[in-house]
């Protein structure tokens, strides 16, 4: 995002991780390569990501290396198994993409492309084969979880802050649906919401009163999340053979 730069990152988690040994997972550093990046850009930031995670596993206190994620960039199928096996080679089970398409003035913005889905579904694969499990970085809106079942993807888990921030704007989910931007919305078409709440089948404690809803907004955020949780339930998801892999919500 610009605030600080990669070796800055790394020795403030290496720090970091030292002094709190509480969490479940702690995600190895990464240098996130932006869509306005270059080819040869792209594959230095994939290059280093693996050599420091290498760097970074050697000096990890004892006990977190099976709790670490490792993160899959990568432009291409090949820089993308390179990550796998690198992670792999490491002994790292849990791996996590985050080579999405970027937008915004600092590239902090996710957007799912068919570029994108082609190479999370090789990464599924890669790992499905190493039973390695797999997290999604910076899920977006419900919208994208049905493009991401649709594809055959089915991660072990996901992040997404996307339900927080839209709230903050203004903005409210409803499953499978575009974001309403529902505090410049007139009044007088505020029943419009009411309409895509009954289509869609969703019910929570904070869509009740649409009122509120445009004026509160934790009630938005809050609202937001239940329609991730709804939008989980609801979709598509894929299963192995074996019906074993699940899906985890963090």
Known sequence: MGKIGYEQLFEQLQRFYHVHNWADWYVLPDHVPCSLDT???????????IDFARLFVRQM???????????????TEEQVYRCVEAYREMGIRYLGFGS???????????LLSQRNL???????QLTREQGLKLHLFGVGSPGSLVRLARAGITPTSFDSASWWKAGGFGNIFFP??????????PHSEATLTGAERQRNGHRCAFCTDLRLLRRNRLRRVLHNLAVMLDSVERAPWATVDDGSFTFNRI
């Open 118 to 124: 082609q190479l999370l579904q090789r990464t599924q």
């Open 61 to 75: 206190p004892a006990g977190l290396i099976e709790r670490a994620i490792g993160v899959v960039h990568g432009r």
């Open 100 to 110: 999405f398409s970027t937008s915004g003035p600092k590239g902090s913005i996710n």
């Open 176 to 185: 499978f649906s575009k974001q309403i931007h529902i505090t410049a919305m």
């Open 39 to 49: 080819d040869s850009e792209v594959e230095f930031k994939v290059r280093e990501t």
